[in-house]
């Protein structure tokens, strides 16, 4: 049987639409995110789908085309763009901008250090995309930290307008609550009519979290913390570090939060507005400029990683941070190069897995929903490409252009005497691949094909400006640029700089190592070299180093994926391999006497049921067995037969007795609160629990307890 989609019927591959399905980004709310490929534009895109379980829900349907139809309706840097709502064989999805990087809830979760005007800008982003939005008329309604993107730039992102209300719609019910708890406003708490306001005060939220490091309503339960944001002021924020821009930022939190709309924000604009006057003056009163030459080495640091040397890198980085703490850019480097190394280290999903998930995404039986977490996708950016690249270089060409022309003129009717101002003409330069140096004349211009460095009169200015050559006043008829890239023969063009070009200069270089041909049996295998893609499919050519070992990856639907590796000093003359078809999937019983959840690789294959069978690829996998009710969430191995049946039994239950002294404690299994002490006979699945005490005063104790069938167990708390 195969567990392919068969749309494609030339070539076995995965697709949601139109789109190749590329690799698994995460899940989302209502279903799986996929990396996909939009061939007919050659664009990376994420393809955020909905379930099999979520499409039986009509108001899940509903919010799935309220997020696409809100966002595609908007165009902002700080808003994802959506490019596409579908339908594919009973499946929607959505096809949107392709991100790389993170999203805030992660990074502060990982409790890393962000510098005030870092924290500041991504604040003042979010509420530019927030006003552009309710400009449209559009209220998000679930801005929070998970919701708002982060690319390796800074530049922020607007995510996830799945509950939405676009004016015209009707969604919810008057008194119906939608959103996510530590973040409503007052009026969603109260099932009110909703507008604009209700994002300011889920930003004064984000942002009071920001800077204290925690959120301004906590509780012990959804309850209290909606009571809180009703009737309770948060504490005041501690914002004596920040000296003079504290008390301004707790009076701008303050509004942001207010209970009553009315003395609130009246929109993000002029929240956006006054944290840009506070970041403005700590920009002025911080350190010094950046020094020139360190902006170089951040510059190079990031060549380095890019060109694959990502610990070399990031060694780089973390000593350009140690030595400049302030250097916002150099931060946000270490930030997306770590990210880096940590997608490496993680094997991607093979297209046989992806095909797995997607035919039981397309055949699986409709079901119920019941209640799920929500996880947040990965959220990843494309590297800068060279299309957006050229796009920014040739507005910034004309520019340069209509102000010459403009400053010559008012210079004339003036009748300003001394030398006329520096004229300057800007050349972009792209090349493929990227990185390669640019050389005028001969002489190195200090810019690469991605790089920062801009020379004016000269010299280095410093300046951030990527792939752009900038040559100064007077400059000849024209010069000559020479592209070169280790690794690659030198490609020179000679362009006229009179008129001033407004195209770019693009160029191939064309390798200077060793070419392989490599063949698969059956062809149409996609291949890796070193964990990177190469173009194309078998049988194709591709450049070998001899000077370093190489790992080739070859891949193919419906065939065990292959590895092959290249000895250093080793030429091949000819890269051949045969790949064996994947075995017949398998099916897996699941033994229980009480409903579970069973997971697979983050896709959940049976909700709340007793004694599920599923279908899994055969041989060894692992499945997570899930149950809230008794404490149960276990990584179970098992090896799948091809095309047969196996079975595995899922953990007992037994009974736990919990006291201690003294007892005013709150008591967590898990870290699930179960009550306070004492507790008696409380169900909970067999093996090892650990049980957590915590009292008013802070003060918490842990003990570890093993649960067998048939026999109570007993565990005691005590303060100490």
């Given at each position: 049987?195969?567990?392919?989609?068969?749309?494609?019927?030339?070539?076995?591959?995965?697709?949601?639409?139109?789109?190749?399905?590329?690799?698994r980004?995460?899940?989302?709310g209502?279903?799986?995110?996929?990396?996909?490929?939009?061939?007919?534009?050659?664009?990376?895109?994420?393809?955020?789908?909905?379930?099999?379980?979520?499409?039986?829900?009509?108001?899940?349907?509903?919010?799935?085309?309220?997020?696409?139809?809100?966002?595609?309706?908007?165009?902002?840097?700080?808003?994802?763009?959506?490019?596409?709502?579908?339908?594919?064989?009973?499946?929607q999805?959505?096809?949107?901008?392709?991100?790389?990087?993170?999203?805030?809830?992660?990074l502060?979760?990982?409790?890393?250090?962000?510098?005030?005007?870092?924290?500041?800008?991504?604040?003042?982003?979010?509420?530019?995309?927030l006003?552009?939005?309710?400009?449209?008329?559009?209220?998000?309604?679930?801005?929070?930290?998970?919701?708002?993107?982060?690319?390796?730039?800074?530049?922020?992102?607007?995510?996830?307008?799945?509950?939405?209300?676009?004016e015209?719609?009707?969604?919810?019910?008057?008194?119906m609550?939608?959103?996510?708890?530590?973040?409503?406003?007052?009026?969603?708490?109260?099932?009110?009519?909703?507008?604009?306001?209700?994002?300011?005060?889920?930003?004064?939220?984000?942002?009071?979290?920001?800077l204290s490091?925690?959120?301004?309503?906590?509780?012990?339960?959804?309850?209290?913390?909606?009571?809180?944001?009703?009737?309770?002021?948060?504490?005041?924020?501690?914002?004596?570090?920040?000296?003079?821009?504290?008390?301004?930022?707790?009076?701008?939190?303050?509004?942001?939060?207010?209970?009553?709309?009315?003395?609130?924000?009246?929109?993000?604009?002029?929240?956006?507005?006054?944290?840009?006057?506070?970041?403005?003056?700590?920009?002025?009163?911080?350190?010094?400029?950046?020094?020139?030459?360190?902006?170089?080495?951040?510059?190079?640091?990031?060549?380095?990683?890019?060109?694959?040397?990502?610990?070399?890198?990031?060694?780089?980085?973390?000593?350009?941070?140690?030595?400049?703490?302030?250097?916002?850019?150099?931060?946000?480097?270490?930030?997306?190069?770590?990210?880096?190394?940590?997608?490496?280290?993680?094997?991607?999903?093979?297209?046989?897995?992806?095909?797995?998930?997607?035919?039981?995404?397309?055949?699986?039986?409709?079901?119920?929903?019941?209640?799920?977490?929500?996880?947040?996708?990965?959220?990843?950016?494309?590297?800068?490409?060279?299309?957006?690249?050229?796009?920014?270089?040739?507005?910034?060409?004309a520019?340069?252009?209509?102000?010459?022309?403009?400053?010559?003129?008012?210079?004339?009717?003036?009748g300003?005497?001394?030398?006329?101002?520096?004229?300057?003409?800007?050349?972009?330069?792209?090349?493929?691949?990227?990185?390669?140096?640019?050389?005028?004349?001969?002489?190195?211009?200090?810019?690469?094909?991605?790089?920062?460095?801009?020379?004016?009169?000269g010299?280095?200015?410093?300046?951030?400006?990527?792939?752009?050559?900038?040559?100064?006043?007077?400059?000849?008829?024209?010069?000559?640029?020479?592209?070169?890239?280790?690794?690659?023969?030198?490609?020179?063009?000679?362009?006229?700089?009179?008129?001033?070009?407004?195209?770019?200069?693009?160029?191939?270089?064309?390798?200077?190592?060793?070419?392989?041909?490599?063949?698969?049996?059956?062809?149409?295998?996609?291949?890796?070299?070193?964990?990177?893609?190469?173009?194309?499919?078998?049988?194709?050519?591709?450049?070998?180093?001899?000077?370093?070992e190489?790992?080739?990856g070859?891949?193919?639907?419906?065939?065990?994926?292959?590895?092959?590796?290249?000895?250093?000093?080793?030429?091949?003359?000819?890269?051949?391999?045969?790949?064996?078809?994947?075995?017949?999937?398998?099916?897996?019983?699941?033994?229980?006497?009480?409903?579970?959840?069973?997971?697979?690789?983050?896709?959940?294959?049976?909700?709340a049921?007793?004694?599920?069978?599923?279908?899994?690829?055969?041989?060894?996998?692992?499945?997570?067995?899930?149950?809230?009710?008794?404490?149960?969430r276990?990584?179970?191995?098992?090896?799948?037969?091809p095309?047969?049946?196996?079975?595995?039994?899922?953990?007992?239950?037994?009974?736990?007795?919990?006291?201690?002294?003294?007892?005013?404690?709150?008591?967590?299994?898990?870290?699930?609160?179960?009550?306070?002490?004492?507790?008696?006979?409380?169900?909970?699945?067999?093996?090892?629990?650990?049980?957590?005490?915590?009292?008013?005063?802070?003060?918490?104790?842990?003990?570890?307890?093993?649960?067998?069938?048939?026999?109570?167990?007993?565990?005691?708390?005590?303060?100490?």
């Open positions: 049987m195969s567990m392919l989609p068969q749309a494609d019927e030339g070539r076995a591959r995965p697709r949601i639409g139109r789109y190749i399905i590329t690799g980004l995460g899940r989302g209502m279903g799986m995110v996929y990396e996909g490929l939009d061939e007919a534009l050659d664009r990376r895109v994420a393809i955020k789908t909905i379930t099999a379980e979520g499409a039986v829900n009509e108001e899940s349907k509903r919010r799935f085309e309220i997020e696409a139809k809100a966002a595609a309706r908007m165009q902002h840097p700080n808003i994802v763009a959506v490019y596409e709502l579908g339908e594919d064989r009973g499946v999805y959505i096809a949107m901008e392709f991100l790389e990087g993170t999203d805030l809830g992660k502060l979760r990982s409790e890393e250090e962000l510098l005030l005007a870092e924290k500041l800008d991504v604040a003042i982003q979010v509420c530019r995309g006003a552009y939005a309710h400009e449209r008329h559009v209220w998000h309604r679930d801005i929070k930290p998970d919701n708002i993107g982060l690319l390796d730039d800074g530049t922020a992102k607007i995510m996830d307008f799945g509950i939405a209300k676009m015209g719609t009707q969604l919810t019910k008057t008194g609550m939608v959103g996510t708890v530590n973040y409503m406003s007052p009026e969603q708490v109260r099932g009110q009519k909703l507008d604009g306001r209700t994002d300011v005060f889920s930003m004064g939220v984000i942002l009071y979290q920001l490091g925690s959120r301004p309503f906590q509780g012990e339960g959804p309850s209290q913390v909606l009571y809180k944001i009703v009737t309770e002021p948060p504490a005041p924020l501690d914002l004596a570090s920040l000296g003079e821009p504290g008390p301004r930022l707790q009076v701008i939190v303050e509004r942001a939060l207010a209970k009553d709309r009315e003395e609130r924000y009246q929109g993000a604009g002029e929240l956006a507005d006054d944290l840009q006057k506070v970041l403005d003056d700590v920009r002025r009163t911080g350190s010094s400029e950046p020094d020139p030459n360190v902006l170089r080495a951040v510059a190079s640091a990031r060549r380095t990683v890019r060109a694959g040397r990502v610990d070399d890198g990031i060694a780089q980085l973390r000593t350009l941070v140690t030595s400049n703490p302030a250097l916002v850019e150099a931060r946000r480097e270490l930030r997306g190069a770590l990210r880096q190394q940590k997608r490496r280290s993680r094997a991607p999903a093979s297209p046989a897995e992806i095909a797995t998930e997607l035919q039981a995404t397309f055949h699986a039986p409709p079901t119920q929903r019941g209640t799920e977490t929500e996880l947040a996708p990965t959220v990843v950016a494309p590297e800068s490409g060279p299309a957006p690249r050229s796009r920014r270089a040739i507005v910034w060409a520019v340069v252009a209509a102000v010459v022309l403009l400053g010559v003129g008012i210079f004339f009717l003036v300003g005497g001394g030398p006329a101002p520096p004229v300057e003409v800007s050349v972009p330069v792209r090349s493929q691949p990227l990185g390669a140096a640019v050389l005028v004349d001969g002489r190195d211009s200090g810019i690469v094909t991605n790089g920062v460095v801009v020379l004016v009169d010299s280095d200015s410093g300046a951030a400006k990527e792939g752009v050559v900038v040559l100064p006043s007077p400059f000849p008829e024209q010069v000559e640029l020479t592209f070169r890239k280790p690794g690659h023969r030198d490609e020179s063009r000679t362009i006229r700089l009179s008129p001033p070009p407004l195209e770019a200069v693009s160029v191939t270089l064309q390798s200077d190592v060793p070419v392989a041909p490599v063949r698969t049996s059956p062809a149409g295998a996609t291949v890796t070299l070193d964990g990177e893609r190469v173009a194309g499919v078998t049988p194709l050519e591709i450049a070998i180093d001899p000077g370093s190489h790992v080739l070859l891949a193919l639907d419906g065939y065990v994926s292959r590895e092959v590796r290249v000895a250093a000093g080793e030429t091949p003359e000819v890269i051949e391999t045969e790949l064996k078809p994947l075995p017949p999937p398998g099916q897996v019983s699941i033994v229980s006497s009480y409903p579970l959840d069973v997971l697979w690789r983050g896709q959940v294959l049976a909700r049921a007793v004694s599920p069978q599923v279908d899994l690829p055969s041989g060894p996998q692992v499945l997570t067995l899930a149950s809230a009710s008794i404490f149960l276990a990584d179970v191995p098992v090896s799948v037969p095309g047969g049946q196996t079975a595995i039994e899922a953990p007992g239950i037994g009974r736990i007795n919990i006291r201690a002294f003294p007892d005013n404690c709150e008591v967590f299994v898990g870290g699930a609160s179960i009550g306070y002490p004492p507790i008696q006979n409380r169900e909970v699945a067999t093996g090892s629990h650990t049980v957590s005490f915590r009292w008013p005063d802070g003060v918490s104790t842990e003990r570890t307890v093993e649960v067998q069938t048939g026999r109570p167990a007993f565990v005691t708390g005590r303060k100490e």
